[in-house]
């Protein structure tokens, strides 16, 4: 009886390991490779140089909302000529709200090429401009536009002196924590360097 046993074992072996290389598992093959990703493509220029230069022209609008419109749609587009055209913006178009919104602009760009024109912004006829640009400037914190902000403490509106001061106390601030900083990673390169010497003797 165990003699049958034991070939039944061997019989169902056997035949297993037939069918298995008969019928080999799906699993066990590699799936395909992914399909080749179409090469990027350049993004195409919505506007022609003809309607950009439409779009310029707008600038020169009577309605100050056309102009506004025309200096985001320029500016989203990165046309080349933004950056010369919203710094004379800021000098010269007539409506403040314009010339607050191009203070805004400014504001969130990177680089120190927005120091120059929110430094002219110091200067401009309107109170509220003038705010604006002050307080851009605070927040930017880069103090090498002190003079132009001390010279603020003579003008005609207290709250553009009081701005003044404010933003130079801020940078005032910014220097101290500077320092501060600074101290502290000599001190620790000196205690550093004091416990290399002292291991070594």
Avoid: C
Wanted: aromatic content about 6%; hydrophobic content about 45%.
């Amino acid at each position: 009886m165990q003699k049958l046993f034991m070939l039944l074992v061997f019989l169902a072996a056997g035949s297993f390991l037939v069918w298995d290389r008969m019928n080999p598992r799906h699993d066990d093959v590699a799936p395909p490779p992914p399909p080749a990703a179409a090469p990027a493509q350049l993004p195409v220029s919505v506007f022609s140089a003809r309607e950009i230069k439409k779009i310029r022209l707008s600038l020169q609008d009577a309605d100050p909302g056309v102009r506004w419109a025309a200096i985001q749609l320029l500016f989203n587009i990165r046309d080349p000529e933004i950056s010369p055209i919203i710094e004379r913006m800021l000098t010269e178009d007539p409506d403040p709200e314009v010339r607050l919104k191009i203070v805004a602009l400014f504001k969130n760009q990177e680089g120190l090429a927005r120091l120059g024109p929110l430094v002219r912004g110091l200067s401009d006829i309107d109170k509220d401009v003038r705010l604006a640009s002050l307080k851009a400037l605070g927040e930017i914190g880069d103090p090498s536009v002190s003079t132009w902000i001390t010279a603020l403490l003579r003008d005609v509106e207290p709250d553009v002196r009081i701005e003044a001061l404010r933003t130079l106390g801020l940078f005032q601030d910014k220097r101290k924590a500077e320092f501060k900083s600074l101290a502290e990673k000599l001190r620790k390169d000196y205690e550093e360097a004091v416990r290399r010497a002292a291991s070594r003797r």
